[in-house]
């Protein structure tokens, strides 16, 4: 059945002793580290901005006395893994979170040029499967672990002037429905953080309106809720308004659907298939 919220020692226990943060810099990712430093967890802060990550680092180890190390790098170059594994080769690294792709502005998909497409692919799509592919089978390997993917309400539908942000980030709810089922039986929790309007720089530089926007919510306010439900579902969604919309966007249960479409898969292929349980997304808080 599923799991209650951990306790902060049981918590460390099965996503500790270290959690690398990716987009650690600022907004959802700094409020990430500095929850999971609270956990007593030791964090691998990456991101490109080395001074920013320098200030959090220092931080975390006055506020926590946890360890800390920096991994100054881009998510969407070429050289993503081989930092990866030359940052983290001597680390256990228990969680993963992959905080990282906010929206920065709306065009329409052919008045862009072509590479702003491909970054975003670069970030959405190869950076999670980078990072999930290196740092998650470690984490098979042990019998424990955990993954959390950032997304947004965008993935939940096609729009107009964000083409791709949507499509990228439908790929990481997918993907990440994918991996909680496929790592269930090995102990690793894996969910889809799906955010809304959030009051981060990256959200308040695309749009300065967005510090009036109904109903928005604070970055520290996502962080708490992902960690608080991470290992009862696949799919958490922030906010009470978001919630609701995503239950009426998406009326068929996540749960009972993910498990339909990997029996179909096995059956298809002939491998075997073990049905995953988990809270639905009107279930989780």
């Not at 360890?67 to 993503?80: F, G, P, S, Y």
């Not at 491909?118 to 950076?127: A, E, K, Q, S």
């Amino acid at each position: 059945m599923p799991q209650s919220p951990l306790d902060t020692e049981a918590f460390r226990s099965r996503f500790g002793p270290w959690a690398l943060v990716a987009g650690a810099s600022d907004g959802i990712g700094e409020c990430f580290a500095r929850q999971l430093a609270e956990r007593g967890l030791n964090l691998v802060l990456l991101a490109r901005r080395e001074e920013l990550l320098e200030e959090l680092a220092s931080s975390l180890r006055s506020d926590h006395g946890v360890e800390t190390r920096v991994l100054v790098a881009d998510l969407t170059a070429d050289d993503l893994d081989n930092r990866v594994e030359k940052g983290t080769k001597d680390l256990a690294i228990g969680l993963l979170v992959y905080n990282a792709g906010a929206v920065h502005g709306a065009r329409k998909f052919h008045d862009q040029p072509l590479e702003h497409a491909l970054g975003l692919v670069n970030l959405n799509c190869r950076g999670p499967i980078l990072l999930t592919h290196r740092l998650g089978k470690a984490m098979r390997a042990r019998g424990r672990g955990g993954i959390l993917l950032m997304t947004s309400m965008a993935s939940l539908a096609g729009s107009s002037y964000t083409a791709i942000y949507n499509a990228t980030k439908s790929f990481d709810m997918i993907f990440a429905e994918s991996l909680w089922h496929e790592l269930a039986p090995d102990g690793v929790d894996v969910m889809a953080v799906v955010a809304g309007a959030t009051r981060t720089p990256s959200m308040l530089n695309s749009n300065p309106g967005f510090k009036d926007y109904p109903g928005i919510l604070e970055a520290s306010e996502v962080a708490e809720g992902a960690l608080r439900n991470m290992g009862r579902g696949p799919v958490w969604v922030a906010g009470d308004q978001n919630r609701a919309a995503a239950l009426a966007m998406s009326p068929v249960p996540r749960v009972a659907m993910i498990n339909a479409m990997s029996q179909a898969c096995a059956s298809i292929y002939d491998l075997p298939f073990n049905e995953a349980s988990g809270l639905e997304l009107s279930d989780l808080e």
